[in-house]
C-alpha cells in the first residue's frame, strides 16, 4: 500500500510559480509511475502530467506544456511539479497518483488507472 502526501499549494498571483511536492512512502517508489491530475470548482478530475517510474519518460496535458514540469528524485521518494506563468483557470485541487508498472518508460494518462491517489493540495490562481 503506498501512501502519497502532496505539499506546496497556495494562493498565488497569476503570472506566478508554484512548487508541489508529493512523498511517497510505504511501497517500492521505483516501482511506480507516478502522475499529477487537477479538479478544478465544478469540473472532472483530469490529468495534468506523468512520468515514468526512471524519470526518463514524461507526458503533459495540453494546457500543461511549456509550462509546467514534472520530474522525481528516487532517492527522496518523491515527485514534484513545477508549474510556471500561472493562470487563473488552473485554480483546482492538485493531486499525484502512483501506477504500479513493470516498464521503465511508461507513462500513465488517464486518472482511471492510477492506483494510489493523495489527498491533494489546493492552488489557487488571483487575477
Known amino acids: 500500500q503506498v501512501q502519497l502526501v502532496e505539499s506546496g499549494g497556495g494562493l498565488v498571483q497569476a503570472g506566478g510559480s508554484l512548487r508541489l511536492s508529493c512523498a511517497a512512502s510505504?511501497?517500492?517508489?521505483?516501482?511506480?509511475?507516478m502522475g499529477w491530475l487537477r479538479q478544478g470548482p465544478g469540473l472532472e478530475r483530469e490529468f495534468v502530467a506523468g512520468?515514468?517510474?526512471?524519470?526518463?519518460?514524461?507526458n503533459y496535458a495540453d494546457f500543461a506544456r511549456g509550462r509546467f514540469t514534472i520530474y522525481r528524485n528516487n532517492a527522496k521518494n518523491t515527485v514534484y511539479l513545477q508549474m510556471n506563468s500561472l493562470k487563473p483557470e488552473d485554480t483546482a485541487v492538485y493531486s499525484c497518483?502512483?501506477?504500479?508498472?513493470?516498464?521503465?518508460?511508461?507513462?500513465?494518462?488517464?486518472?482511471?488507472?492510477?492506483?494510489?491517489w493523495g489527498q491533494g493540495t489546493q492552488v489557487t490562481v488571483s487575477s
Open positions: 512520468i515514468s517510474r526512471n524519470g526518463g519518460s514524461t
Open positions: 510505504g511501497g517500492t517508489f521505483t516501482s511506480h509511475a
Open positions: 497518483a502512483a501506477k504500479s508498472v513493470t516498464s521503465n518508460w511508461l507513462t500513465v494518462r488517464f486518472p482511471g488507472e492510477y492506483d494510489y
